[in-house]
């Protein structure tokens, strides 16, 4: 345990989600601060436990500088090169944490239970000394000729250094606000735009009705104005307005930026047409008596391959042997171009991630410290730094929560 708190500088932590419960308990760790987290919801980490459908993807060992977003998007570097995948896994190993990597790359608890994750910080948080303070949720940040004043109703702090971890708008459900960014204003800092990111994508076709909750491994492409605009690939799920799961969640980004006029295209077969169409042939000749609607069948689940007869314009119930090869080739062609008119995504409500955030260029890279106020520190999805499905934007939490957590050293 840390000493006693005289001539100890104090740090207030704005915010106990991840990043900063990684700020606070580096701080905290290093013995020469009094830490006080601040959370204005009752409890610290209610957002982490949802993370990976409650079983919190904590990182992925993929992660790099190269793949996170933000105006800037060589901002990242300095706090992931600092504090990359396999030092965050050496971190919570220490902690007592124990965990398992995907073949993509994932890193999850071996218990497969997001509340393994919180209990851990906690233990370790309570361990160094760490003041938590909840709900304390902190109105206006005051800046001083010394140091910090921190206003929560009636209630008054003061703090020698200030880190802003307050988190981005989504997942309002969840507990996402847009504190971090009105403090950081107050303080003399800008935002860029806020988009909502990895969430489900709105389509304007009747199709994904019929389809609601098959999942699929696709190839997807985001076009707009006849131009690409992004691709992914990996598991969706359609939903009653459209499409959901990772590799969706992986466009959302691209959606809320691309406008008007976007598809979403779908290979549903990781083949080429010629390829689908070959197959398709093979089927006619071998069942010339079933109907259209069995074309996919043993193929694709077999709602989404009637769907993909009924968009190709075939009449469910004429017999193969019916169908000539422009037919086919009409399947063939939605199959590996399965198009949806795109309408948008859902919002900041349901969205896992903020795009955008508190201008980057007015932070130093190596410390995350102002360049405006000294003593002021911002981390996590405050800031314009957002990353892709997968682990991405704990990566970038625990890295940047960590390198605030330094205070500069």
Not at 32 to 57: D, M, P, S
Not at 376 to 398: F, K, S, T
Request: proline residues 4%; neutral net charge; charged residues 20%.
């Amino acid at each position: 345990m840390p000493g006693t708190n005289r001539n100890r500088q104090t740090v207030a932590v704005v915010g106990g989600g991840a990043s900063g419960m990684m700020a606070a308990l580096t701080a905290a760790q290093t013995g020469k601060y009094r830490v006080l987290l601040l959370e204005r919801q009752q409890r610290i980490g209610r957002k982490l436990l949802a993370t990976g459908n409650g079983r919190c993807n904590l990182s992925n060992i993929h992660a790099s500088a190269s793949s996170y977003f933000g105006t800037d998007r060589g901002f990242a570097s300095a706090a992931i090169e600092h504090f990359p995948p396999q030092a965050v896994l050496r971190f919570f190993q220490d902690l007592g944490l124990l965990t398992v990597t995907e073949a993509d790359g994932r890193v999850y608890p071996l218990s497969d239970s997001a509340n393994s994750v919180l209990d851990v910080l906690r233990f370790a948080l309570d361990r160094a000394g760490t003041e938590i303070l909840c709900p304390f949720p902190v109105d206006h940040v005051v800046r001083q000729d010394r140091g910090f004043r921190l206003l929560s109703g009636d209630a008054e702090l003061s703090a020698d250094a200030v880190i802003l971890a307050c988190g981005g708008a989504a997942g309002s459900k969840l507990g996402g606000v847009s504190d971090g960014y009105r403090l950081g204003k107050a303080l003399g800092h800008q935002r860029s735009a806020l988009y909502p990111s990895l969430t489900r994508i709105l389509t304007a076709s009747d199709y994904p009705r019929a389809l609601k909750g098959i999942r699929v491994e696709a190839e997807l492409r985001l076009s707009g104005n006849g131009r690409l605009l992004a691709e992914s690939r990996g598991e969706i799920q359609f939903t009653e307005n459209g499409v959901s799961g990772p590799a969706g969640f992986d466009l959302s980004r691209a959606v809320s930026f691309g406008g008007e006029g976007q598809l979403l295209h779908l290979r549903l077969l990781p083949y080429e047409e010629e390829r689908i169409r070959s197959l398709l042939k093979h089927r006619r000749e071998q069942y010339p008596a079933l109907e259209a609607s069995e074309l996919f069948t043993g193929m694709l689940h077999n709602r989404l391959g009637r769907t993909v007869v009924r968009a190709a314009g075939i009449p469910a119930a004429v017999p193969l042997s019916d169908l000539n090869d422009a037919e086919l080739r009409s399947a063939a062609r939605r199959c590996a171009d399965f198009s949806l008119p795109v309408r948008g995504v859902e919002g900041f409500e349901t969205a896992q991630v903020t795009a955008g955030g508190l201008l980057t260029g007015s932070f130093n890279p190596d410390t995350l410290e102002s360049r405006l106020v000294p003593g002021l520190y911002a981390c996590g999805e405050l800031l314009d730094v957002d990353g892709p499905c997968g682990g991405y934007n704990l990566q970038w939490a625990w890295a940047s929560g960590h390198l605030a957590g330094r205070l500069g050293t």
